[in-house]
T-cell receptor
């Protein structure tokens, strides 16, 4: 089983649609959670952190359920510019070290 | 603030050759990480430096890979000798704290032919 699993894509949606991405993680010791966005042939860029209380940034809402080890990202009123691969990422901290664990990514394509 | 800088952006080498990738983290970031994405797979952790010390190199594929961070500033990742399966995109990231958001460099796309 992968440490971080995401919905297999791609998601093809029309402009203005609402789209939801789901992610589960296997290690209950995971401490921090993020959604990253990666455009074609570019580096991953932090989209938003994810908290148990839920957090919203404009059209984007992220939610964490620690009990279910589940993370979600909701995009409302999707724009053409939202087309990208969305990466669910957790941080594992141990001793003096730490590392990001990535999901395989879910590709989103927003069409006119 | 300058971001994380990686060099070169692309490298095409023949099997058996040596390649050295460089990463300049954001100034003041003690934590530096190397990650790799091979075709069709998720981005995977290679190793983690805190200043000049290797904290975790459990993700390094084998002893053909050598990472250094002399002086705790920039880091290099050497692949010697390169094999076909080493092809992929190598990302460097840095962060101030282990739990904070990481900033990634634009990556080095390595192709071994």
């Amino acid at each position: 089983r992968k440490e971080v699993e995401q919905d297999p894509g791609p998601f093809n949606v029309p402009e203005g649609a609402t789209v939801a991405f789901n992610c589960t993680y296997s290690n209950s010791a995971s401490q921090s959670f993020f959604w990253y966005r990666q455009d074609c042939r570019k580096e991953p860029k932090l989209l938003m952190s994810v908290y148990s209380s839920g957090n919203e940034d404009g059209r984007f809402t992220a939610q964490l359920n620690r009990a279910s080890q589940y993370i979600s990202l909701l995009i409302r009123d999707s724009k053409l510019s939202d087309s990208a691969t969305y990466l669910c990422v957790v941080i594992l901290i141990y001793n003096q070290g730490g590392k990001l664990i990535f999901g395989q990514g879910t590709e989103l394509s927003v069409k006119p | 603030e300058a971001g994380v800088t990686q060099f070169p952006s692309h490298s095409v080498i023949e099997k058996g050759q040596t390649v050295t990738l460089r990463c300049d983290p954001i100034s003041g970031h003690d934590n530096l990480y190397w990650y790799r994405r091979v075709m069709g797979k998720e981005i995977k952790f290679l190793l983690h430096f805190v200043k000049e010390s290797k904290q975790d190199e459990s993700g390094m594929p084998n002893n053909r890979f050598l990472a250094e961070r002399t002086g705790g500033t920039y880091s290099t990742l050497k692949v010697q000798p390169a094999e076909l399966e080493d092809s992929g995109v190598y990302f460097c990231a840095s962060s101030q704290a282990r739990t904070s958001g990481y900033t990634f460099g634009s990556g080095t796309r390595l192709t071994v032919v």
